[in-house]
């Protein structure tokens, strides 16, 4: 679980990135999900876009793609979604410790 001050740097971290993933209106799928996880264990962090075609909201689709791929959801903010998970051999980013 991340502190308020680790999701901070992660949204700071994050601002710049483009989001390299779409949802559509098919929704959070397996196959969405394999490549969501193929990706952040590169990345550590990534920015999924949904697009205004997606039936479902925008909060359960958030939620979806955090659990499917095992991650933080850091932050929704319009229609992008901040995933991160630190990587087990990739690891680039260095959290803030908590007190």
């Given at each position: 679980?991340?502190?308020?001050?680790?999701?901070?740097?992660?949204r700071a971290?994050?601002?710049?990135?483009?989001?390299?993933?779409?949802?559509?209106?098919?929704?959070?799928?397996?196959?969405?999900?394999?490549?969501?996880?193929?990706?952040?264990?590169?990345?550590?962090?990534?920015?999924?876009?949904?697009?205004?075609?997606?039936?479902?909201?925008?909060?359960?689709?958030?939620?979806?793609?955090?659990?499917?791929?095992?991650?933080?959801?850091?932050?929704?903010?319009?229609?992008?979604?901040?995933?991160?998970k630190e990587?087990?051999?990739?690891?680039?980013?260095?959290?803030?410790?908590?007190?």
């Amino acid at each position: 679980m991340l502190t308020g001050k680790q999701k901070r740097f992660l949204r700071a971290e994050a601002h710049h990135l483009n989001p390299i993933f779409q949802v559509g209106k098919g929704g959070v799928n397996d196959a969405l999900i394999k490549h969501i996880k193929e990706a952040i264990e590169v990345r550590e962090l990534m920015k999924i876009r949904i697009l205004d075609n997606c039936e479902e909201d925008k909060h359960e689709v958030a939620e979806a793609l955090a659990k499917g791929a095992r991650a933080e959801l850091v932050q929704l903010i319009g229609l992008t979604v901040v995933l991160y998970k630190e990587s087990r051999d990739n690891k680039r980013i260095e959290l803030p410790k908590s007190k």
